[in-house]
């Protein structure tokens, strides 16, 4: 609500519900969805929610093995969250580099490498230290990520010829928070359904196999730009 009513108060006249701004609006959006890399960096988008939620909900179970006491389980938490403070600065050095897909794949590298440590991958013995590292690694991967493909997705509709505007801002917007909550919610659920059947090492696969499908992505797209 309280929204809504900032939206209302701050957005241009011209930008508010009418029919014509409606009907814009509809074919601006599916004129964004007509570019292939959209898709894309939505995807970027889903995966970079996906993670957080997806070790959050199996992570405590995982634990347990280590005999930690309620403070330091909390404290385990709390250390992803507190290390996705620093996301503003990644997009302070995006903003400068001007390299998004290098950060993006640099971001999804990153996960893939974080995601290795706290499994640990199968056939490694656990160890509570490199889980730490494991997590610490994996909130700074995280922040790459999802900066970098929020950055991405909007420099993607300006590269094709659509010029910024309520809708194309809007459309960011909305894909980026569409996106990372389709993730948050797929998230949990496949924990849950992979730990079940076949353990926390094994589950973290999948997280290994979205990212990596990310890294490939990433790495062409940025030898692609250098080549230009």
């Given at each position: 609500?309280?929204?809504?009513?900032?939206?209302?108060?701050?957005?241009?006249?011209?930008?508010?519900?009418?029919?014509?701004?409606?009907?814009?609006?509809?074919?601006?959006?599916?004129?964004?969805?007509?570019?292939?890399?959209?898709?894309?960096?939505?995807?970027?988008?889903?995966?970079?929610?996906?993670?957080p939620?997806?070790?959050?909900?199996?992570l405590?179970?995982?634990?347990?093995?280590?005999?930690?006491?309620?403070?330091?389980?909390?404290?385990?938490?709390?250390?992803?969250?507190?290390?996705?403070?620093?996301?503003?600065?990644?997009?302070?050095?995006?903003?400068?580099?001007?390299?998004?897909?290098?950060?993006?794949?640099?971001?999804?590298?990153?996960?893939?490498?974080?995601?290795?440590m706290?499994?640990?991958?199968?056939?490694?013995?656990?160890?509570?230290?490199?889980?730490?590292?494991?997590?610490?690694?994996?909130?700074?991967?995280?922040?790459?990520?999802?900066?970098?493909?929020?950055?991405?997705?909007?420099?993607?509709?300006?590269?094709?010829?659509?010029?910024?505007?309520?809708?194309?801002?809007?459309?960011?917007?909305?894909?980026?928070?569409?996106?990372?909550?389709?993730?948050?919610?797929i998230?949990?659920?496949?924990?849950?359904?992979?730990?079940?059947?076949?353990?926390?090492?094994?589950?973290?696969?999948?997280?290994?196999?979205?990212?990596?499908?990310?890294?490939?992505?990433?790495s062409?797209?940025?030898?692609?730009?250098?080549?230009?």
């Amino acid at each position: 609500m309280i929204t809504s009513v900032l939206a209302a108060w701050t957005l241009p006249k011209d930008t508010l519900n009418t029919s014509s701004s409606i009907s814009n609006s509809l074919r601006g959006y599916l004129e964004i969805l007509k570019i292939p890399s959209v898709a894309i960096f939505i995807y970027a988008c889903g995966v970079s929610g996906t993670g957080p939620e997806f070790l959050t909900a199996i992570l405590e179970p995982n634990l347990r093995q280590f005999s930690l006491g309620k403070v330091e389980v909390g404290l385990v938490f709390c250390l992803v969250a507190f290390l996705q403070l620093v996301s503003p600065l990644w997009g302070y050095l995006i903003d400068i580099l001007k390299k998004p897909h290098l950060f993006a794949l640099i971001g999804s590298i990153v996960m893939v490498t974080a995601v290795v440590m706290v499994g640990p991958f199968p056939g490694i013995n656990p160890d509570y230290g490199i889980l730490v590292a494991g997590l610490v690694t994996f909130g700074l991967a995280q922040g790459i990520l999802s900066v970098s493909s929020i950055t991405n997705l909007r420099l993607s509709i300006m590269q094709n010829g659509i010029k910024e505007s309520m809708i194309s801002i809007s459309f960011v917007s909305m894909g980026y928070l569409t996106a990372t909550s389709v993730g948050a919610t797929i998230g949990p659920l496949m924990a849950g359904v992979l730990y079940q059947e076949f353990g926390f090492q094994n589950a973290t696969l999948f997280l290994i196999v979205g990212n990596l499908i990310l890294v490939h992505i990433f790495s062409n797209l940025h030898n692609r730009n250098n080549l230009k």
